[in-house]
């Protein structure tokens, strides 16, 4: 009996163990992230045990429990038809507004995130922000699901983003939906984010096309891999739920480098992973320029230069613009659609977002910079049972305000 209770207290203090990760006393409903925390966490665990028995890829593991647990079928409301397409050959989930007559209606092309390995557009959580984006903007929404990693590498994620925003915007397809090819937008969260930008900087360049976005709104995006020691990812390398050296794995495994690479992408000579990169390009991501004063706090910059030893691996697509946009030139930005960039203090990506607002808005384009004091990254998609928090709803709230005044 006696065993048995110190049994019990053992493992109890051992899940506590596993549970509690100490947080940021301002981010929003910290306990409950603990617990969302704790639960990703362990799935991500049995993933790497999965793949280091070699039964199958760790990202497979986790996009099991996704399908099995959050994926759900293409079901039309009274106010809003579902419905299950393609577009340029990429399978699309569309939400259409019931009724409304003749009048043309505004679109949004979103892509999920999911570090481009992880998660599908027809996720419950995807499925209720379309919903109320169609029925609120009375809007054509469509919720690309692009190939994922390790299958598919970039670019294939960038050019099914691509070809399913040119398709959409292609007449035929606006006149079929009726959608008003001046107020359609382009939009995604964290690396759909990152997919939203890179096509919106394409689109806009691209001389042949006649329909071009009118927006892009940005969620907590990921723009740039050559610094992962700004000061947002030297302050919450360990927050919830995207630890620094899991956003490195996800980089790694977008831009199809060999996963060995880890430490010489995190101890910031990602210079090392490419020839030497010009200072022009360095200035991009140069954030003592680029992000206020009062996020910059006290940290310094890890030279770029510091790292261990040589490496012999190129990863070229750290510098290729259609996987990090931060680094496009002036021109191509100045080019791109008004923007709306949300993000959060408690995300390494927080300064990849502040950054490119900096940078945009310098190139002269609108910019709506929407920030989150208690935000942490992922916190949109939380914004219903059972994983509820204030800032979530808050975040939506604003997000689709804003659409709906700038769209
Ligand atoms: C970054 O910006 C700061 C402040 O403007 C400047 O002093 C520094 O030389 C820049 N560094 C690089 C690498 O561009």
Known sequence: MRLRWAGGVLLSVAAAYY????????????WKLMILDALFRSFIHVGDMAHALGICHSVHVLNSVVSWAEVIEARSSPTV????????????RVFQPVGGGAKLRRGVVYFHGGGWAL?????RSYDVLCRRMAEELDAVIVSVDYRLAPEAVFPDQFHDALAASRAFLSSE???HYRVDPARVGVSGDSAGGNLAAAVAQQMSADDSLSVKFRIQALIYPVLQALDLNTPSYQQNKNVPILHRHL??????LYLGANPSLLPHLLS?????????????IRAYVNWTALIPAKHQKHYRHIAMETGSGEVKEVVPGLLDIRAA???AEQSVLSRTPQAYVMTCEFDVLRDDGLMYARRLQDAGIRVTSDHYDDGFHGCMAF??????FKVGKRSLDNYIHWLDHNL
Do not use: E, K
Not at 19 to 30: A, H, M, T, W
Not at 119 to 123: D, E, H, P, S
Not at 270 to 276: F, Q, V, W
């Open 19 to 30: 549970i509690y990760s100490p947080l940021p006393s301002d981010v929003n409903g910290p």
């Open 173 to 175: 397809v606006l006149q």
């Open 247 to 252: 956003m490195a794995r996800f980089w790694l």
């Open 268 to 280: 910031s000579p990602s210079s090392l992973l490419h020839p030497p990169i010009p200072p022009s």
């Open 383 to 388: 914004a219903y049972w059972p994983f509820w």
């Open 81 to 92: 038809h579902v419905t299950d397409s393609a577009f340029g050959g990429v399978p699309s």
């Open 119 to 123: 998660l599908t557009g027809r996720m």
């Open 325 to 327: 946009p931060l680094l």
